[in-house]
């Protein structure tokens, strides 16, 4: 790669040289052409970029350096649900009182505000899921798509699918304990991995239209059977509707995560897809995508 660079460099250098000796010779003004882009330099602790088409590395630092993942563990959370077998997006799961515990348990953790006793879509917990990054919407998940005759045994099974799948796709630095990345000591990957989970999860339609949302509005059946119009859900990704052709997918961020951010776009049929992870702020995070969105576009 190194010695592309170099040859790419020289060329231009004799480009340059011939331009400026047309320039002294004619007096035309002309432009001499742009230097390769050099690697971003970002606050996050670690970062990676892929063409996703390819899977071609564009960038690269401390990719394979495991941290927490902080809310980016609900792309997995979203696969699993989304690889089920007779799946039924319209099927209803009825809220439990468990799961709003739950938030409260956690220090009033990232929630889509789920109205216990009411029959919410598994679609509808899809986008309470991605988009405000609702914990207890994973709960729900979890509770309905694992296996066991309790609530416990069903959330364990949910996330040994979520290990399975990992494995499945040669995710080696890639561990979770959490079905929302509320994590107990062993739930971590790396900017590799989680780019890489990611592009799987965007080949599924349904993945890719909800990471893109901007904003949702479910419309939920209450316990006596009446219509409830939920508040309005907003994606908590900064980079929709400020980056153009930004098409998803996942924040995430805690005490021990910092800001992450797994992120993709599209230009001109070209789709970059990367992670940063630990990054220090959350404007730090978006100008970490952003320089590495540019640059992936570059490469």
């Not at 209803?92 to 799961?99: D, E, G, L, N, P």
């Amino acid at each position: 790669m190194i010695t592309g660079i170099k040859g790419t460099r020289l060329r231009r250098a004799a480009a340059v040289a011939v331009t400026t000796g047309a320039m002294l010779a004619t007096g035309a003004l002309t432009v001499a052409p742009a230097q390769a882009a050099s690697a971003p330099s970002i606050a996050a602790k670690g970062g990676y970029v892929m063409n996703n088409a390819t899977g071609k590395s564009l960038y690269t630092k401390a990719a394979d350096t495991r941290r927490s993942t902080g809310s980016t563990t609900k792309i997995m959370t979203a696969l699993v649900v989304l690889k089920q077998s007779n799946l039924n997006l319209d099927s209803k799961v009825t809220i439990q009182k468990a799961y709003s515990d739950y938030i409260v348990d956690n220090n009033y953790a990232s929630n889509a505000k789920l109205i216990v006793g009411d029959k919410v879509t598994v679609r509808q917990l899809l986008y309470g899921l991605m988009l405000p990054s609702g914990c207890d919407a994973a709960y729900a998940l979890a509770d309905k798509f694992g296996a066991g005759s309790t609530r416990a045994a069903r959330v364990k099974s949910f996330i040994g699918k979520m290990n399975t799948t990992a494995q499945n796709l040669g995710l080696k630095n890639t561990h979770f304990d959490s079905f929302d990345g509320i994590g107990h000591g062993a739930n971590y990957s790396t900017p590799r991995d989680l780019t890489k989970l990611a592009s799987a999860a965007m080949k599924n339609s349904s993945f890719r239209t909800v990471v893109k949302t901007k904003k949702y509005t479910a419309k939920t059946t209450t316990k006596s059977g009446g219509t409830r119009t939920m508040a309005p859900w907003e994606n908590t990704n900064p980079l929709l509707g400020s980056y153009s052709g930004a098409i998803g997918v996942k924040t995430g961020s805690g005490p021990e995560a910092k800001y992450c951010l797994v992120f993709a776009a599209t230009r001109s049929g070209k789709t970059v897809i990367g992670t940063v992870l630990a990054s220090t702020g959350l404007d730090a995070r978006k100008a970490d995508a952003t320089k590495l969105l540019n640059y992936g576009f570059t490469r």
